[in-house]
């Protein structure tokens, strides 16, 4: 999106609302965002906690119950998740992946088209360097949506999947 603050937007631009996720089944972060020309503004943000003493299926449905909820409240116009990594437990990869398809599922029940990106990916739109840790892209989430209050490092990240999605829709509408 080029420069993303102190830059107002062209007559005519429109604002486009982005939520990003990052699934996890013990907790699911989101945040909300606007575009409007190049200038990104936070809207809101939270985490989705599941009851780890829960059935897989109880937790998964609940993920989905409030994720709804989250959607419906900020009427956005697209969607934004992070691609599941490998972790060194295969359970965890599989619960990891049971929850995201939870999370892109209640996305498209609402309409959403879904772009979805790598964690490499993210950190390199957002910091400029795809080995970027944790504390360097939540750092920049800060600087880049300045004034908003983190609910946790989920929707730190979960705000940093959005901000990648509105420079790939940027590039998009300027490649068009």
């Known amino acids: 999106m080029g420069q993303l603050r102190g830059v107002g937007s062209r007559p005519g631009e429109t604002r486009l609302i982005i939520i990003g996720l990052d699934p996890?089944?013990?907790?699911?972060?989101?945040?909300?965002?606007?575009?409007?020309?190049?200038?990104?503004?936070?809207?809101?943000?939270?985490?989705?906690?599941?009851?780890?003493?829960?059935?897989?299926?109880?937790?998964?449905?609940?993920?989905?119950?409030?994720?709804?909820?989250?959607?419906?409240?900020?009427?956005?116009?697209?969607?934004?998740c992070e691609e599941v990594f490998l972790n060194e437990n295969p359970q965890s990869t599989l619960k990891l992946g049971q929850a995201r398809g939870v999370v892109l599922l209640a996305a498209a029940r609402r309409g959403l088209a879904v772009g979805e990106y790598?964690?490499?990916?993210?950190?390199?739109?957002?910091?400029?360097?795809?080995?970027?840790?944790?504390?360097?892209?939540?750092?920049?989430?800060?600087r880049l949506l300045p004034g908003a209050k983190l609910a946790g490092a989920d929707a730190a990240?979960?705000?940093?999947?959005?901000?990648?999605?509105?420079?790939?829709?940027?590039?998009?509408?300027?490649?068009?």
């Open 118 to 142: 790598s964690p490499r990916l993210v950190k390199k739109a957002v910091v400029g360097v795809g080995g970027a840790d944790k504390t360097q892209v939540h750092a920049m989430v800060q």
């Open 157 to 176: 990240d979960a705000l940093a999947v959005a901000i990648t999605h509105a420079h790939h829709l940027a590039t998009a509408k300027r490649v068009a």
């Open 24 to 80: 996890g089944l013990g907790c699911t972060g989101w945040g909300v965002i606007a575009a409007e020309g190049n200038r990104l503004s936070h809207v809101a943000n939270g985490q989705i906690r599941t009851d780890p003493k829960a059935a897989l299926p109880a937790r998964l449905v609940r993920l989905e119950e409030e994720l709804g909820r989250v959607i419906e409240a900020h009427a956005p116009a697209e969607a934004a």
